[in-house]
């Protein structure tokens, strides 16, 4: 069976600080892979997707990048985080396969002081 | 792909159906309905999906009308756990781009 791992579920980090959040998937073979960020008491937000190795979409423009240096690799990067990146971050994954669904991980909360 | 409109908020009573509506009057033929909630610091579950055709499984019914620009979801016997927040996102069969809107926040009451 598949299964989608995100870590680490919470981070402390300062203003400034490099970030990097990594998620790996299991079971499945050229997911589509994608990075969400929802804010406090907010809706979720789509960062990027991936449909195959070092193919990146980029839906809204800001201060985080993302890399798929892997097929079931997805990492979410910053090089000097913000106040607002604090937020609950999402990895999720779908086959790509027409009439899919989207299967989540658990999800990092991460704190920017 | 298509937009989404959803209520901000609904109550339901334990015990009772909850039926929460989503409006996609633009959506395409080729567009599915899917359903999706998120218990609070979870992420979202995926619940149930269709075109035209109403669809059921374990979690929950979902009406599409018949010029498909809405549908409703239904929770039969809704209990305290299924306060959530419930999206509805229209999406075509190869669709990539997975977007949420800000959902239906069900509160379910004892």
């Known amino acids: 069976s598949q299964t989608i791992h995100q870590w680490p579920a919470t981070l402390v980090q300062p203003v400034g600080s490099p970030l990097s959040l990594e998620c790996t998937v299991e079971?499945?073979?050229?997911?589509?892979l994608y990075w969400y960020r929802q804010a406090a008491g907010r809706g979720l937000q789509l960062l990027f997707y991936?449909?195959?190795?070092?193919?990146i979409s980029s839906e809204v423009p800001q201060n985080l990048s993302a890399s798929r240096p892997q097929d079931r690799q997805f990492i979410l990067s910053s090089k000097k985080l913000l106040l607002s990146d604090s937020g609950f971050y999402l990895c999720?994954?779908?086959?790509?396969?027409?009439?899919?669904?989207?299967?989540f991980g658990s999800g990092t909360q991460l704190s920017v002081l | 792909d298509a937009k989404t409109t959803q209520p901000p908020s609904m109550d339901c009573a334990e015990g009772r159906a909850a039926n929460l509506p989503c409006n996609h009057s633009?959506?395409?033929?080729?567009?599915?309905v899917y359903w999706y909630r998120q218990i609070h610091s979870q992420g979202p579950q995926y619940i149930i999906h269709g075109l035209k055709n109403n669809e059921t499984n374990e979690m929950a019914s979902l009406i599409i009308t018949e010029d498909r620009k809405s549908s409703t979801l239904i929770l039969p016997h809704a209990t305290l756990r299924d306060t959530a927040v419930y999206y509805c996102?229209?999406?075509?069969?190869?669709?990539?781009?997975?977007?949420f809107g800000p959902g239906t926040r069900l509160s379910v009451l004892p």
């Open positions: 079971g499945t073979s050229n997911p589509n």
């Open positions: 999720a994954w779908s086959s790509g396969g027409g009439n899919e669904k989207l299967f």
């Open positions: 991936s449909v195959g190795i070092g193919q």
């Open positions: 996102i229209a999406l075509d069969n190869y669709g990539q781009n997975f977007v």
């Open positions: 633009t959506i395409s033929g080729n567009e599915y």
